[in-house]
């Protein structure tokens, strides 16, 4: 059921709709900035234009209105789509067990404000519900985030980690892709891209592989 991701047809009748959504956040406004994501993510936008996707929204830097917004407007584009994806680099957090993309300008002084200040991904996915072939959530976003040792817990349990927890996606024809393993962290070595998109690029555009061959060939970053 997962199918290709960049199998371009010729016959107009089995067109399918297929969009993506990229984002990079690299300018982070309180911790030091990360030098990967826009690169990373310019180099995973490429192959979904090469292969002809009807929407690809690239989003650089994005503040938590403007994060918010480009979920929100995604999902409208992604009502009547066989496949939609999105790609998502920068730093994430783990709160008792639920995963949020962290916007440029997060603070996240207190756990409570997590709701307020970042995205869950939840929230992500329930964008991608009506999509009626494949939907494809790729976080590389297992990066060391200093964001999460500064934390202040309102409740002394609540756990806060800095890799990302496990998903069991509950819709079918989902598919969620880590870095790394989960609640696991990672450096993005020294080139312009990181290990895991650099692997990403290579294998997933490759005509005619399945998806989820594509990704048992990415290594993880742990």
């Known amino acids: 059921m997962f199918g290709f991701l960049f199998v371009i ?4 009748a089995r067109a399918e709709k297929r969009v993506a959504l990229v984002i990079g956040i690299s300018n982070y406004q309180r911790v030091p900035p990360l030098g ?10 490429a192959p979904f234009r090469k292969a002809g996707f009807d929407v690809v929204d690239d989003k650089r830097d994005l503040g938590i209105v403007d994060l918010r917004r480009a979920v929100r407007e995604f999902s409208e584009k992604a009502q ?8 998502y680099a920068g730093h994430g957090i783990e709160v008792d067990g639920l995963n949020y993309l962290v916007p440029a300008d997060a603070k996240l002084a207190r756990d409570f404000d997590v709701d307020d200040e ?5 929230r992500v996915l329930r964008a991608l519900d009506p999509v009626k072939r494949l939907r494809l959530v790729i976080l590389d976003a297992c990066r060391d985030n200093p964001l999460a040792g500064t934390i202040k ?9 800095r ?4 998903v069991e996606p509950t819709t ?6 880590f870095a790394t393993k989960a609640g696991a962290v990672a450096d993005d070595g020294s080139g312009e891209n990181s290990q895991y998109t ?16 594509a990704f048992g060939r990415v290594p993880t970053r742990c």
């Not at 994501?37 to 936008?45: I, T, V």
């Not at 079918?172 to 892709?177: E, M």
Request: charged share 20%.
């Open 198 to 213: 650099s692997a990403l690029v290579k294998y997933i555009a490759e005509p005619g592989v399945d998806v989820r061959v």
């Open 9 to 12: 047809s010729a016959e107009p």
């Open 163 to 166: 890799g990302s927890a496990k």
């Open 36 to 45: 990967n994501p826009s690169h990373d993510a310019a180099a995973m936008g």
């Open 172 to 177: 079918p024809n989902t598919l969620v892709a």
């Open 80 to 87: 009547d789509a066989d496949i939609a994806v999105v790609y």
């Open 118 to 122: 970042a995205v869950s991904l939840d």
């Open 153 to 161: 817990k309102s409740v002394a349990t609540r756990s806060i980690g």
